[in-house]
């Protein structure tokens, strides 16, 4: 419950969780075209890495998922309070969550890298600085982060007639 909480928790404010996250990376390395003003582009092959995860997603009952939040939610909500934050409940985070995500810019290829060390960073200063949600849904590719986008927005639309609790 703890690491969902805490996942929730930094998407609401558009950050990811490296150390405690609730599910597996995706595996294999990022895919690089070597070519472009920097010499490598963010491959469109690399979006493939994502699409069992977002197909399944996808796939997944609105209604079931809402059903599952719901019975679960007293159990959210105090590993939530745990947390110490107050002012806040955790229904309120998780709609801030899907917010975020859906607030994610599609970019206009190619997607231009650069890698001053270990890592891959965008070569756009602007794209470097968003936060690490919305650069998920960039690596992941436009038709991949748009059908996140359309489940999240119908579980948003189930979400929000929960009646939200004043504190949990």
Do not use: C
Request: proline fraction near 7%.
């Amino acid at each position: 419950m703890r690491k969902w909480v805490a996942a929730v928790n930094a998407g609401s404010r558009g950050e990811l969780i490296h150390k405690h996250r609730p599910l597996k990376t995706i595996k294999g390395p990022i895919l690089v075209a070597e070519e472009g003003a920097t010499g490598m582009r963010l491959s469109a092959d690399n979006y493939h890495r994502y699409d069992q995860p977002v197909r399944l997603f996808a796939m997944m009952d609105t209604g079931t998922a809402v059903e599952i939040y719901r019975y679960w939610y007293p159990r959210l909500a105090q590993a939530y309070g745990e947390l110490g934050i107050r002012n806040k409940n955790f229904h309120q985070e998780v709609l801030e969550a899907i917010d975020q995500v859906l607030a994610a810019p599609q970019v206009d290829e190619p997607i231009q890298l650069v890698r001053p060390s270990v890592y891959y960073k965008f070569a756009d200063p602007k794209l470097e600085k968003l936060p690490g949600l919305h650069k998920l849904m960039i690596r992941m590719g436009p038709d991949n982060a748009a059908r996140v986008k359309e489940k999240l927005q119908e579980l948003k639309t189930e979400l929000e007639q929960i009646p939200l609790q004043q504190s949990d």
